[in-house]
């Protein structure tokens, strides 16, 4: 009998939804802030116009204060049986993004961490919650590499638009230098 094949980590359009965690003017002072609003806002402009079923369009936000969007999206997630990945974007890394991504790997749904678009006040514990998430089955993407995933080919018929949004690369949001010299934590 063969051995179960691991997860891939396909992201269909069909079959995910994007979730913006924590991005309000309380958490300005959160290391790369600009940077990651600006990510955030790309995956929007790449994802909301070329795959509707993102539910990019008419974001409403949802209020919480528990450090997971899961008891908050419970209803959502649950509406939607073809869910399969969520793709994950926001603030902070080792706090919401990383129970979020535990409460929802719990729930058998596949983690896309959007690692550009995500950040803490201390880069120590975004670098330990990343790897922590990584370890517990989350796959680390980047913006443009989950964009180009779910439009999926060159003939599609936004692929044009999407191409003038990735054209210009995401901007630096300091993982660079969590990256540089084979980081041991992210091997």
């Known amino acids: 009998m063969a051995a179960a094949k691991p997860s891939l980590g396909r992201v269909l359009p069909g079959s995910s939804i994007l979730f913006l965690c924590d991005m309000q003017e309380k958490f300005r002072h959160v290391a790369y802030f600009p940077q990651i609003v600006?990510?955030?806002?790309?995956?929007?402009?790449?994802?909301?116009?070329?795959v509707p079923e993102l539910g990019a369009a008419g974001l409403q936000p949802l209020p919480?204060?528990?450090?997971?969007?899961?008891?908050?999206?419970?209803?959502?997630?649950?509406?939607?049986?073809?869910?399969?990945s969520v793709l994950l974007c926001g603030i902070e890394t080792q706090a919401c993004i990383l129970n979020t991504t535990l409460d929802l790997?719990?729930?058998?749904?596949?983690?896309?961490?959007?690692?550009?678009?995500?950040?803490?006040?201390?880069q120590v514990?975004?670098?330990?919650a990343l790897a922590r998430m990584?370890?517990?089955?989350?796959?680390?993407?980047?913006?443009?590499?989950?964009?180009?995933?779910?439009?999926?080919?060159?003939?599609?018929?936004?692929?044009?638009?999407?191409?003038?949004?990735?054209?210009?690369?995401?901007?630096?949001?300091?993982?660079?230098?969590?990256?540089?010299?084979?980081?041991?934590?992210l091997r």
Do not use: W
């Open 125 to 128: 514990d975004r670098l330990v």
């Open 105 to 122: 790997l719990d729930r058998g749904l596949q983690v896309h961490v959007v690692v550009d678009a995500c950040s803490s006040r201390s």
């Open 38 to 50: 600006s990510v955030a806002a790309r995956m929007l402009k790449g994802l909301g116009p070329t």
């Open 64 to 84: 919480k204060t528990c450090f997971s969007m899961v008891p908050v999206a419970r209803q959502e997630l649950d509406a939607r049986p073809q869910l399969r």
């Open 134 to 185: 990584r370890q517990s089955g989350a796959f680390l993407s980047t913006s443009e590499g989950l964009i180009l995933q779910l439009v999926g080919d060159s003939a599609h018929p936004q692929f044009k638009e999407i191409q003038k949004i990735i054209k210009e690369p995401a901007p630096d949001s300091g993982l660079l230098g969590l990256f540089q010299g084979q980081n041991p934590l």
